[in-house]
C-alpha cells in the first residue's frame, strides 16, 4: 500500500469518527434538503447569532455558533434548503447539517483516497467539498436537484 494512499484511509477514517461524535454534542440547524421553517427555532437553542440575507431568487440564513463557526443555509424561494456550507474552528454537526444526505457523506469519506485533510464527494444527487485542519475547517455541500434557476454554485461561500 502506497504511504499516500494510508494516510488519505487514516484522515478519511478519523474525519468520519470525528463527525459522528459532533452529531451526539452539537445542536441542530435546518437541514439540507428539509424546510427551513425551523431555522429561527434552532438558532435560539444554538444561542448562536443569526442574519438572514435576500438575494434574487433565494436567501442566506448566516448562524454563528458559540464556537465561532458560521454556518450558511441557502434556501429557495420555495423554503427548501438547497446548499449548507461552514467555516470556523469547529466542525459543525453534520449529520444534522446533511440530515438524510449525511449517509452518502459519511459513506464517500470511509471510501475516500483523497489528498491530506480534504474530502471530495461527486454524486448525482450531493456535492460536498470539505477541509482543514484544527481550528480551521470548511466546507459545503449542495443538492443539484434543489437549486434554485440561475444559481451559480460559486455563490456558496
Known amino acids: 500500500m502506497k504511504h499516500s494512499s494510508r494516510i488519505g484511509s487514516v484522515l ?18 435546518a437541514a439540507l434538503g428539509e424546510d427551513a421553517a425551523s431555522i429561527e427555532n434552532d438558532r435560539a437553542r444554538m444561542k448562536g447569532q443569526s442574519r438572514l440575507t435576500s438575494v434574487a431568487g433565494y436567501s442566506v440564513q448566516e448562524i454563528q455558533l458559540p464556537s465561532g463557526t458560521i454556518v450558511r443555509e441557502y434556501v429557495a424561494p420555495g423554503g427548501k434548503v438547497f446548499a449548507v456550507s461552514w467555516q470556523g474552528p469547529v466542525i459543525p454537526d453534520l449529520q444534522q447539517t446533511l440530515g438524510t444526505y449525511f449517509e452518502q457523506y459519511k459513506a464517500a469519506a470511509g471510501a475516500s483516497r483523497g489528498g491530506h485533510h480534504h474530502l471530495t464527494v461527486r454524486q448525482p444527487g ?18 443539484p436537484g434543489l437549486l ?7 455563490d456558496i461561500k
Open 12 to 29: 478519511g477514517a478519523a474525519l468520519g469518527i470525528a463527525l459522528l461524535a459532533r452529531s451526539v454534542t452539537m445542536p441542530a440547524f
Open 126 to 143: 450531493l456535492v460536498a467539498h470539505a477541509g482543514g485542519h484544527m481550528r480551521a475547517w470548511s466546507g459545503q455541500a449542495y443538492v
Open 148 to 154: 434554485p434557476p440561475n444559481f451559480s454554485v460559486d
